[in-house]
């Protein structure tokens, strides 16, 4: 049973790139959400994706935007890049977040630097 | 503003001393709360979950302990290992309005090192 698997793994961009990150969720879950985590820093909530559509969002620019396809796989894109966007961006994966069922599984992330 | 405070930011201890992360939470109304442990380099993995009602719970050489009244946790280590470092992040789960859906506040965490 694969859990959530991150691609890549690391990324080095120059600043005003567009960078696309992808996830694929654990078997059988339906709900992805997206975290920035920088240094010695906590996670902190990019949004999370049901159905296809964004759910909840948190307090990021409309330079993060995200898709989720048929097969519940996601991207976090990000356009515009700035130094501060470097960071672990962390996918996590549960089963109908919506339901209340808010146990996390998350990928191992991507080394997002900007430079 | 929902805010959850862990402490210390950082901790070292030898191999085989006990240890307690602290939690400290605003976070209203209140859901549950679980910890998580980060390996360097890898996405936290939920270690437990303590729900309004329950005081302690143990996971192994891990107990989490929860006041809700005075809104803090704890999570209590055992006889440490070389493996126990790592950052153990507290996220505190709270309903957002109608239906089911949560929203979900996280802690910066503690980094633990465990030195032989």
């Known amino acids: 049973d694969a859990g959530v698997t991150q691609s890549p793994t690391h990324l080095i961009k120059t600043r005003g790139q567009q960078v696309t990150l992808r996830c694929s969720p654990k078997?059988?879950?339906?709900?992805v959400s997206w975290y920035q985590q920088a240094l010695g820093q906590g996670p902190q909530f990019i949004f999370q994706?049901?159905?296809?559509?964004?759910?909840q969002r948190g307090n990021f620019p409309d330079r993060f935007s995200g898709h989720q396809f048929p097969n519940y796989s996601s991207e976090l894109n990000v356009n515009a890049l700035l130094l501060g966007d470097s960071a672990l961006y962390l996918c996590?994966?549960?089963?109908?977040?919506?339901?209340?069922?808010?146990?996390?599984?998350f990928g191992s992330g991507t080394q997002l630097s900007v430079l | 503003k929902n805010q959850v405070e862990q402490s210390p930011q950082s901790l070292i201890i030898l191999e085989g001393k006990n240890c307690t992360l602290q939690?400290?939470?605003?976070?209203?109304?209140?859901?549950?709360l679980r910890w998580y442990k980060q390996d360097t380099g890898r996405g936290p993995v939920s270690l437990t979950i303590?729900?309004?009602?329950?005081n302690t719970k143990s996971n192994g050489r891990y107990t989490a302990t929860l006041d809700a009244d005075t809104k803090q946790s704890s999570l209590h280590i055992t006889a440490s290992q070389l493996s126990d470092s790592a950052s153990y992040i507290c996220?505190?789960?709270?309903?957002?309005?109608?239906?089911?859906?949560?929203?979900?506040?996280f802690g910066s965490g503690t980094q633990l090192t465990v030195l032989p």
């Open positions: 996590a994966s549960s089963l109908a977040l919506l339901r209340g069922d808010e146990k996390l599984f």
């Open positions: 078997s059988g879950h339906d709900t």
């Open positions: 994706y049901y159905e296809e559509e964004e759910r």
């Open positions: 939690c400290n939470y605003t976070v209203s109304p209140f859901s549950n």
């Open positions: 303590m729900t309004f009602s329950e």
């Open positions: 996220v505190v789960s709270s309903p957002r309005g109608s239906g089911s859906a949560r929203q979900l506040t």
